[in-house]
Nanobody, 115 residues
Framework: QVQLVESGGGLVQPGGSLRLSCAASGIIVSSRPVDWYRQAPGLQREWIATMSDDIPMYAYSVKGRLTIARDNAKNTVYLQMNHLNPEDTAVYYC??????????WGQGTQVTVSS
């Protein structure tokens, strides 16, 4: 059974930072692509970052402010977010897929950027 559990969200002031975590079980994060998505109120879910084969990839809208990283020993993928602004307010989701194509999502973690 694959499970992805996000944590680390919360309320942060503009210009602040947060580190989100995606703890995985049933899947080895070092051998499968792991993605971060976010969904703001009233908008579609959007892809923001992927770690695949040790190669990080970012959406243009977040490049330079977000860093995706992996701790193989903890089977966890992180998303370090810096210089946050109100437009980053969203529910952030972790996503991965097995070699058979089955896709898995975490429950999401809320990030609110507000003064």
């Amino acid at each position: 059974q694959v499970q992805l559990v996000e944590s680390g969200g919360g309320l942060v002031q503009p210009g602040g930072s947060l580190r989100l975590s995606c703890a995985a079980s049933g899947i080895i994060v070092s051998s499968r692509p792991v993605d971060w998505y976010r969904q703001a109120p009233g908008l579609q879910r959007e892809w923001i970052a992927t770690m695949s084969d040790d190669i990080p990839m970012y959406a243009y809208s977040v490049k330079g402010r977000l860093t995706i990283a992996r701790d193989n020993a903890k089977n966890t993928v992180y998303l370090q977010m810096n210089h946050l602004n109100p437009e980053d307010t969203a529910v952030y989701y972790c996503h991965s897929r097995t070699v058979f194509g089955a896709q898995y999502w975490g429950q999401g973690t809320q990030v609110t950027v507000s003064s």
